[in-house]
């Protein structure tokens, strides 16, 4: 009994077969865990802008200097959050308060206004590591 080898049609589809599974899983997982990341980052902006703007909307001319009270309203959800930062910048850029650790270089970030009445005080930024679902992805590939 004599085997023949096989044809070129069956090797490509062998190799792109290869390729589909060395390649989806991990941009797979990449796509879902940032759209996840984006709107957990996205749900803390806004609730930590809300109680920001209330009380800049209470100290309307002095909030820029109560940085103990406001790195108080936003470092429980900082910490609550794990490695996120949290910084609140005024009106004309200034960063008034920044409350958790550096993200590094591959980050997402979303920033909120600060609205008090109608007028925008500043905004409030978070930014998220990428770093762990780069390495997630790396590992899921690398399986």
């Known amino acids: 009994m004599k085997l023949d080898a096989p044809g070129p049609k069956s090797t490509l589809i062998a190799l792109a077969i290869a390729v589909i599974i060395a390649v ?6 990449g796509l879902v865990a940032v759209n996840f990341l984006d709107k957990k980052t996205t749900l803390l902006a806004e609730l930590n802008a ?4 209330k009380y800049i909307y209470a100290h309307e001319k002095m909030w820029q200097y109560q940085r103990v009270r406001i790195a108080e ?5 900082a910490t609550i959050a794990g490695q996120n930062r949290l910084k609140v ?15 590094g270089s591959m980050r997402l970030s979303h920033s909120v206004p600060l609205k008090s009445g109608d007028r925008v005080a500043g905004s409030l930024v ?3 590591p ?14």
Do not use: F, M
């Open 24 to 29: 989806v899983p991990p941009i797979g997982y």
């Open 50 to 53: 809300a109680r920001v703007a």
């Open 73 to 77: 309203l936003i470092e429980q959800d």
């Open 126 to 128: 978070v930014s998220a």
């Open 130 to 143: 990428l770093t762990g679902i780069l390495e997630t992805a790396g590992w899921i590939a690398l399986i």
């Open 89 to 103: 910048i005024d009106d004309h850029g200034k960063v008034v308060v920044t409350v958790g650790a550096a993200p």
